[in-house]
């Protein structure tokens, strides 16, 4: 096969700042004039929810707002309680202001709490109330989820056989490891004896469970209805699935297999892109065969299997991964990812591209230094990017300490979510570190990589000397490579 290198692929080597020092005095005939032809405009609120392992962030983030000042009320019910607000920002390049309000509450006070937050801006008489529950606001990958319950079929007997058929229940995002399931036959309630596995906890404490039961491969044969069911402590309401035999499917297991997108780091700054097809519900670890085609040529390209993975449910995924060309991605070249599996009567086929209708805008980036209170307590600085207003979705996002890359642990990244107030995306990074490291000085920069930024590459700074956001330039290397895409 032709390997062929992508032209100008490189790393991301340098990142130089040039902080802008230029001060707007307040007595120059052009600040007056700023000032007093800039229009009002009420304020936007976003609710956010921004998880660690012992505690969520709470908050509201008010954007769009001209003039300040604006008030924050907190709410648990109809008690109020304090929180942490940071300072405006005044957005240069529309000229309106940006701040967030944040409450921290522990992982039951979240399940089980009301809570709102009240913003009124006086210049255009607003008040804006936000109930922000994990159902409303833009979740973290550590965000606690609702309850769910997915019943699937675990085994395909021969269709003229008499042996039984293999169901497996699956329940995640549960508030215990103890869970109550029901069973019903054609919506009548059926005694049924499961197999449990162990209960396994996730990184944002809830559970994770599964059941195991067989019923007479005669009756699902026939049609018969199965489902699980049980109620979510939180809500009280019943979470349940239904599950009946798929009348000539080919796909008998439940077998899910998915396409990702490559980062836009990968695409933009490594110019590679890496495509990953995963299949998930794997009866075994073994058995997997993925092949790949590319829509020029339709030929078989080359790619790398990674070891399968035990999940919770007692049953294994397993991903493949491509890499190619940023330009190819770039141009909208289709690649297609077929999956073959014991017990599959035909492969399961998906195929993914770039989408080129979309209208590529460029990310607004703010970022929000430590409240005061906070820092008041000297344990912990909590900063905030805010991403907005950026089209497509697709984005990646880095934070550096003194100009170091920092561990990805250490911050929590929303997925970005369509504003409906306006067209495009927008997206929060939350950065939590010791009060201690804030003092060193820092700087600490929030690195966004976006096709529709300069140079694909924008970046906001902070440290506690100034405690104000500063705007810098990008100088971006792209180191030559003769490296192969695959």
């Known amino acids: ?258 396409l990702y997108r490559p980062t836009a780091e990968d695409v933009l700054i490594n110019k590679k892109a890496v495509i990953t097809c995963r299949a998930i519900n794997l009866p075994a670890s073994t058995g997997a065969v993925f092949t790949w085609t590319r829509e020029m040529g339709n030929c078989t390209v080359e790619s790398v299997t990674e070891n399968p993975e035990l999940t919770s449910s007692g049953l294994y995924s397993v991903s493949s991964r491509l890499s190619v060309c940023a330009e190819e991605w770039v141009k909208g070249e289709r690649f297609t990812c077929r999956m073959e599996y014991p017990g599959l009567t035909e492969p399961i086929v998906k195929t993914i591209s770039k989408d080129l209708d979309v209208l590529v805008k460029p990310p607004s980036v703010y970022v929000n230094g430590p409240p005061t209170e906070e820092l008041a307590r000297n344990e912990k600085a909590t900063l905030i990017c805010m991403i907005k207003g950026f089209s497509p979705a697709d984005l990646s996002i880095k934070w550096l300490q003194a100009g170091q890359e920092m561990d990805s642990g250490a911050y929590d990244t929303t997925i970005p979510q369509a504003m409906k107030e306006a067209e495009g995306y927008f997206a929060v990074s939350t950065l939590q570190i010791d009060a201690e490291d804030w003092k060193k000085g820092g700087p600490f920069t929030c690195v966004v990589v976006h096709e529709g930024a300069p140079q694909n590459v924008m970046q906001r700074s902070i440290d506690k000397y100034s405690g104000k956001p500063t705007a810098v330039n990008v100088s971006v290397n792209m180191l030559d490579s003769t490296s192969s895409c695959y």
Request: glycine fraction near 6%.
């Open 1 to 258: 096969m032709e390997r062929r290198g992508c032209p100008g692929s490189g790393l991301l080597a340098d990142l130089k700042e040039e902080r802008n020092t230029k001060e707007i005095s307040a007595d120059t005939e052009a600040y007056a004039e700023y000032w007093t032809t800039e229009p009002v405009a009420a304020p936007q609120v976003f609710p956010m929810v921004s998880s660690t392992r012992e505690t969520r962030s709470v908050g509201c983030l008010v954007s769009g707002y001209f003039p300040e000042p604006i008030s924050v009320v907190w709410k648990e019910g109809s008690s109020i309680i304090p929180s942490k607000d940071s300072s405006s920002v005044l957005q240069s390049s529309s000229g309106v202001y940006v701040s967030n309000s944040l409450i921290n509450v522990s992982r039951q006070e979240l399940q089980s709490g009301d809570f709102s937050c009240t913003v009124k801006h006086a210049a255009t008489n607003s008040t804006i109330v936000k109930r922000v529950s994990v159902g409303s606001a833009s979740l973290s990958s550590v965000s606690v989820a609702t309850m769910t319950v997915k019943l699937v079929q675990a085994s395909c007997p021969e269709s003229d056989g008499n042996q039984d058929v293999s169901l497996v229940c699956y329940v995640t995002s549960s508030p215990s490891s103890s869970v109550q399931i029901g069973w019903r036959e054609d919506d009548n309630e059926v005694s049924l004896l499961p197999t449990s596995f162990p209960a396994t906890q996730a990184g944002d404490g809830t559970y994770s469970l599964s059941f195991s039961v067989r019923v007479p491969q005669a009756k699902w044969n026939k049609g018969a209805a199965y489902s699980c069911y049980t109620t979510d402590p939180r809500t009280k309401e019943e979470v349940s699935s239904v599950l009946t035999r798929r009348s000539g499917a080919f796909n008998c297991l439940g077998i899910v297999v998915s």
